[in-house]
């Protein structure tokens, strides 16, 4: 979840699909999409909502969040205004967890992007650690640190679920 324009649905179609497509259109309301990827040596089949950032849409997002186990927070590295956003939609995430073992994490789109960044690592990372979630920073487009974050999400929720021996 995250604000429009900060690149969820890229985010999903090079997990999905291994594209990038520079000219995506807007999500209207939600997409799904599946992926079976590896984390912590167990396969795990990740459904993901690929959710509007429109504020139009922002009452519709309780149905999909309702029983999910993670959600990435996104925001877009050279936006200040999509920073800005990350505690709204935080806390609209939080306010719908229905699950004990729910797992989220926040991520920077547009790594790629150097001489057009306005958010630092630090900045980011400082908000993350101090709401107790992993921070990721990803490009769609340089198919950056893509496998990671789903990962990542992946391997929080299964230590949640699946108690350390």
Known sequence: MGPSGVGKSCLCLRLTNGTFNAKME?????????????????????????TSGNEKYQALLPMYQRGANG?????????????AKVPSFYKKMQSNITTTNFASALVGTKCDLIH???????????WATHHGIQYY????????NIDEVFAGLASTILEKTIPLK
């Open 71 to 83: 959600m990435l927070l996104l925001f877009d590295l050279t936006n200040p205004e999509s920073f």
């Open 26 to 50: 807007s999500t209207v309301g939600a997409a799904f999409l599946s992926k079976t990827i590896q984390a912590q040596g167990v396969t795990v089949k990740l459904e993901i909502w690929d």
């Open 137 to 144: 920073e990803v490009s769609s487009s340089s198919s950056i």
């Open 116 to 126: 057009e960044r306005k958010i630092s690592t630090l900045d980011a990372q400082n």
